[in-house]
């Protein structure tokens, strides 16, 4: 390293010294928000996919990464070729597709696994088409049952000419140890099921079940979660931003900023389907001001995937 100082001084004092070699700059990271769609096998009301179909022609360069369900084929009366045209009409070729799974009665059965009406997360809605919504899957499952119910899924899918999934949902956030070990063994790479249980307490009472149970899961998730390996092969985004059903656009906002005041760069959000009418206007609200704000502190903003 002297000899080469050295050398450049002589140049210099000479005029034959070329200009300085630039010194690499260090670059802040994007923002990278993903928006997710939580597909919850119940209903498919007109109402609810016309609101997403509205927001996938306003913003259509955003993609949408649609976490979907089999329970909706396998409930009585479906008309396969009719649900495909319902899902597929609020889809975009920018989209990812991945997996969203509640324990319901008629698909656990189809997948040839005995089903399993508790433990329950939640008390399951009276709006319900059927049970197993609120059912754990890790806690109710061994194994095994999640493994053949993961890979029921996943054929489900590509028999209905999507591509087959690598990212994943538990309902109710209901993740664990059986449920990982399920997802490696069918080649997931990416899941959103944990959640900081603070973030639900807006609608859910702090004794409730679906709290209590996510504080087991999932205890000592701190703000802004980011991602991490859940394993050598399957990486954990947590769902650390909420859905829309339990958010305002200003809390949205609050954590947009907490996010690029910090160090972290990954935001993970979302809306269930089956509410979209209802609270699909608050991700509108908040996709221009994260925006302008990310553009106000001059960084890049990603929507992925």
């Known amino acids: ?3 080469r100082i050295g050398v450049c001084c002589i140049l210099s004092m000479l005029g034959l010294a070329h200009a300085a070699e630039p ?13 997710t769609v939580d597909w919850e096998g119940d209903t498919l009301e007109p109402d609810n996919i016309a609101a997403m179909q509205r927001f996938r022609q306003r913003f259509s360069t955003i993609p949408l990464l649609q976490l979907l369900n089999p329970a909706y084929f396998f409930k009585p009366g479906a008309d396969a070729n ?3 045209a319902t899902i ?13 799974l509640h324990g319901w009665q008629h698909w656990v059965a189809h997948c040839g696994v005995t089903f399993q009406s508790q433990p329950q997360f939640a008390a399951a809605p009276l709006s319900a088409s059927e049970a197993g919504v609120t059912v754990s899957l890790e806690h109710a499952y061994s194994q095994a049952a999640l ?13 209905q000419g999507y591509p087959r999934p690598r990212h994943f949902r538990a309902g109710g956030w209901q993740l664990g140890p059986k449920l990982t070990a399920a997802l ?5 790479v990416w899941d959103s099921s944990v959640i900081q249980a603070a973030l639900l307490t807006t609608r859910w009472p702090k004794d409730s079940a679906l709290v209590t149970s996510l504080h087991r899961l999932h205890p000592q998730v701190p703000d802004l979660a980011q991602p991490y390996a859940l394993t050598p092969s399957l990486m954990e985004y947590p769902n650390n931003a909420g859905l829309a059903d339990y958010a305002t656009s200003q809390q ?3 954590l947009f900023e907490q996010l690029i005041s910090s160090e972290h760069s990954v935001m993970v959000l979302g809306f269930h389907q ?5 609270f699909l206007t608050i991700l509108a609200q908040v996709i221009p001001r994260f925006e302008a704000i990310a553009a106000q502190h001059q960084r890049r903003l990603r929507w992925m995937p």
Not at 88 to 100: A, E, V
Not at 274 to 278: L, N, P, R
Request: charged residues 15%; negative net charge.
């Open 252 to 254: 949205w906002v609050q």
């Open 23 to 35: 010194i690499p700059q260090t670059t802040t990271p994007p923002i990278e928000v993903y928006i």
């Open 82 to 84: 009719a649900i495909n």
């Open 147 to 159: 493994t053949q119910l993961i890979g029921c899924a996943s054929q489900w899918m590509v028999g």
């Open 274 to 278: 089956e509410s979209a009418d209802d």
């Open 1 to 3: 390293m002297r000899v």
């Open 88 to 100: 597929r009409s609020t889809l975009l070729p920018i989209d990812t597709l991945g997996l969203h």
């Open 184 to 188: 490696e063994q069918h080649g997931f």
